[in-house]
């Protein structure tokens, strides 16, 4: 029975297994219903947001837990090799094709870049 999730919130709703709707007893043939009318006592949907999370285009995504202060971000301008093209330890110089690197682990030094 194709039944669409603003059903529950209709004054038409039948509240039964077998029916959707006094309207449209087999549901809704597309994703929305001309006969939708919004039920005053119908129960608010809740769009739970913990601390730290947004939601985008009705999915609730989570924000990285830890911000660098305006100090630490300058300093990580100043000194990662994303940026340098250096290691930030040994002062090696990185190969060029930065558009394809994700981890910038030095081979000279063992320096590894935990950023990621």
């Not at 601390?51 to 100090?71: C, D, F, K, M, V």
């Not at 990662?80 to 250096?86: A, D, I, K, L, Y």
Request: aromatic fraction near 8%.
């Amino acid at each position: 029975m194709p039944k669409i999730p603003m059903c529950d919130r209709c004054l038409l709703y039948a509240h039964n297994p077998h029916l959707v709707c006094a309207v449209h007893p087999a549901g809704v043939n597309g994703n929305t219903c001309l006969d939708f009318r919004e039920n005053p006592n119908a129960e608010p949907v809740e769009l739970w947001e913990p601390e730290g999370a947004s939601y985008y285009n009705g999915e609730l995504i989570l924000q990285p837990q830890h911000r660098l202060t305006q100090q630490q971000q300058l300093e990580l301008v100043d000194t990662h090799p994303m940026f340098t093209g250096r290691c930030p330890r040994c002062n090696a110089e990185f190969d060029r094709d930065w558009s394809a690197r994700v981890h910038w682990d030095c081979s000279e030094c063992g320096w590894m870049d935990d950023t990621v």
